[in-house]
């Protein structure tokens, strides 16, 4: 039986569409998931958002919509950005879900039932966007020491939580438990700044708003938003104070928690101290990462420089994003985007080192030898030692990092072996061996190495950039080894095996005219009237409406997505037309459940690929406690357009 791992994201706030600063920590997660399963583990791998609380009821009332309404629109804009950058979840869990509103209920009672919770009153400093009590002392210029904004007197009747019950056994775990909090230095910042100072009990109910899981004990309260949000680590896998599923015996404690520096206090201090009264195991681990910042400044909306995921995967491509923001951000320091580094890392990295390896790679093994890879000798010559060398201890050290979590640093030593790559090729000089029929050998030679390496190094590099490996992997023709276990030899399967086509996988960008380009896009942005619904989660005018072509189609055929196990192909007859759509249901139906079923399909969207196969439209599908449900429309005819 495999080894398992747990692995979670924090979920993301629904009070607005996610920055690509947010995305970054489902990437950096959604890579260490695909490196363990590379490993040969089992891994769960859960992300979801958080939907509760005073900010969002206030969102919701500005905009003239429901809170459930709001949430509704939010966290499918980000359920869609996690799909868009190919994140690899296993589960994607809301806080509105009926089971996890049980569930908080049922622990709070248990809670309250065993003296852990007493009501009170709280009077003090709140800060609405971060969902935070502060006292006096721990307010910076009289702002909230997370987010810097002013914060708010508050009086209320409140119920808190014993956190001095707890206190000192939480100190002794971890003191004792020093790979608990990583890096070190978010360790010393709870325990210097929280814990031994003294921590005082924590308002844990709120009466003054009503968007929040009721307190199942008294209907004035609803359960603080931390309270809420946290417990989803253990919702989503079947906890009940009344008897665990076996999936949560099976999957905890979670072997890693991946959060925000900013968010680190609630998850080494509060968490552990929730489970310790539940009577849990704590987690194996809490990485709190740095920030994204742009041009060295927080993305704001208010100062104009928020960056979203989704258009810089427009603007630049997938495996362009997730490479620089993998890439940039370090385990300690905040990591820094702008258009301009974003380009010259494409140009120098992408474009250059990987894919100019791949391509005069390729182009020679066509050239000189048909397309098919020759067989290696076995005579090593010096130039051809010292690129193994290099190439195998500078992986085996990415596979060590990334061992330990830290990404950008194994992802350069991934690029530092490409680079002995090119420096091989500039060595051997293939082309000039290829003039001397008597060095034929030599050459085959040269040409083998090259391409085991590039098998090597993509290897360790498709839990970075998935899409972009399984791309290399196509051309090279090889089978990837089921499970990597860190010593990368040189075996040469690709022997014999005719290169497939190898088009640019990354084309340099023209810095100048991109940013011209864009100048010109704001602009115009600018200058174009906004209509009065724009922004407004839940509200479009009929104008938006009527942009939108709903068409009733037949599932002709359905079939699974090679190399993808949430992606379907299905064939769709839209009466005149047949249409491929691809879409990732697998985890819900089969595709014998969809053949010759009638479903209601987006026909008007604009063509993207997933997984390198091309959806042209998109279904119509419904997130609900049990799953994801496809809108079926038997009995209307493949052609009608919903109106």
Known sequence: MKEKFYLTTAIAY???????????????????????RMQGYDVFFLTGTDEHGEKIE?????????????????AGQIRAIWDDFHISYDKFIRTTDEDHVRMVQKVFQKFYDQGDIYKGFYEGNYCTPCESFWTDSQLVDGCCPDCGRPV?????????????????????????????????????????????PGLQDLCVSRSTFRWGIPVPFDEKHVVYVWVDALHNYISAIGYDPDGPSEQFQKLWPADLHVIGKDIVR???????????????????????????????DKMSKSKGNVLYGDELIEEFGLDAVRYYLLAEMGFYQDGNISYELLIQRTNADLANTLGNLVSRTVAMVKQYFGG??????????????????????????????????????????????????????????????AKDESRKQELADVLANLVESIRLCNLMLSP???????????????????????????????????????????????????????????????????????????????????????????????EPVKGSDKLLKLQVSLGAETRQIVSGI??????????????????????????????????????TPD?????????????SRVR
């Not at 206030?58 to 939010?74: F, H, I, L, M, R």
């Open 586 to 623: 697998s985890q819900w139906y089969k595709p014998e459940d969809l053949v010759g079923k009638h479903i209601v399909v987006v026909s008007n969207l604009r063509p993207a690929k997933l997984r390198g196969v091309e959806s042209q439209g998109m279904l119509l599908a419904a997130d």
């Open 464 to 558: 970075f950039l998935p899409d972009a490996a399984e791309r290399i992997d196509g051309i090279l023709t090889a089978e990837k080894p089921e499970i990597c276990d860190g010593k990368f030899s040189y075996d040469y399967p690709c022997a014999g095996h005719t290169l497939g086509d190898a088009p640019i996988l990354f084309a340099r960008i023209d810095e100048k005219k991109f940013l011209a380009e864009l100048a010109k896009k704001r602009e115009s942005q600018k200058t174009e009237k906004k209509p009065e619904t724009e922004g407004v989660p839940g509200v479009i005018g009929i104008e938006d409406f009527g942009k939108v072509a709903l068409t009733v189609g037949e599932v002709l055929s359905c």
């Open 58 to 74: 206030s969102e919701a009332k500005k905009n003239g919509v429901t809170p459930q309404e709001y949430v509704d629109k939010v």
């Open 627 to 639: 799953g994801v449900k496809v809108l079926f429309a038997d009995g209307v005819p493949a052609g």
């Open 266 to 296: 609630f998850h080494t201090i509060y968490w552990p101290i929730f489970l310790m009264a539940l009577g849990l195991p704590l987690p194996k681990k809490v990485l709190g990462h740095p920030w994204l910042l742009f041009d060295q």
């Open 372 to 433: 098919v890879v020759p067989a290696y000798s076995g005579a090593d010559a010096p130039a051809a030692e010292t690129l193994k060398r290099s190439v195998s201890e500078k992986l085996a050290n990415a596979y060590r990092l990334m061992e330990e979590y830290s990404a950008a640093d194994a992802l350069a030593q991934v690029f530092l072996a490409l680079k002995s790559c090119n420096k091989y090729i500039d060595e051997t000089t293939p082309w000039a061996l």
């Open 152 to 196: 708010a007197k508050k009086r209320e009747e409140a119920y808190y939580f014993r956190m001095s019950k707890y206190v000192d056994r939480l100190i002794k775990h971890i003191e004792e438990h020093e790979d608990f909090i990583t890096p070190a230095s978010r360790r010393n910042e709870m325990l210097n700044n929280f814990l031994r």
């Open 14 to 36: 629904t009070s607005q569409k996610p920055h690509i600063g947010n995305v970054y920590e489902a990437i950096l997660s959604d890579a260490i998931a695909r490196f363990k």
